[in-house]
């Protein structure tokens, strides 16, 4: 599974920055948590993580920073089927680039791969100009996630 290592907050902050916004410590804080475990977390989580090293910081803060991020492209927000959005880190030093989900609907384990990549892509682009054509529609990106069982779960 890819890892975000070497994360440098220097250059997420100057993203925020290019954005127009500042950064306070909870926008540190929710990227730190989201860029240093690279993992695909709640809001609870997060919340969490971030409290560890900001202890002041209320869930409030981190939905509307998570939504902030979202907006930004920073953070891709998903839902996998159990009414609770996830957050990962999308863009920036570390992130792991697009790739596609395995979602396991027992223990909710995801998994990130991007093997079969190029096969879908092709495909993928060949659905998606047949979808513009008929419907008009400028597509910009597609979230692809697959639910079943993991490894352990399916034993
Ligand atoms: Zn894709
Ligand atoms: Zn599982
Ligand atoms: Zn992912």
Not at 6 to 35: E, M, W, Y
Not at 81 to 88: L, V
Not at 122 to 151: D, P, S
């Amino acid at each position: 599974m890819p890892q975000h290592k070497n994360h440098n907050p220097a250059c997420c902050c100057r993203k925020i920055r290019g954005f127009g916004r500042r950064i306070t410590p909870a926008r540190h804080a929710v990227l730190d948590a989201l860029s240093a475990r690279g993992e695909h977390l709640t809001a609870e989580e997060v919340f969490k993580a971030a409290s560890r090293h900001y202890p002041d910081i209320g869930l409030a803060t981190i939905y509307r920073t998570l939504e902030l991020f979202t907006k930004f492209g920073m953070v891709n927000k998903f839902d996998t089927g159990d009414d609770k959005a996830r957050y990962e880190f999308a863009d920036g030093p570390g992130a792991k680039g697009h790739h596609h989900h395995l979602v396991c609907t027992s223990c909710r384990r995801i998994v990130d791969y991007n093997d079969f990549i190029n096969e879908e892509t092709e495909l993928l682009r060949r659905t998606e100009e047949g979808l513009a054509n008929k419907y008009g529609f400028k597509i910009n990106t597609h979230i692809l996630q697959f639910y079943g069982l993991c490894k352990d779960c399916a034993k």
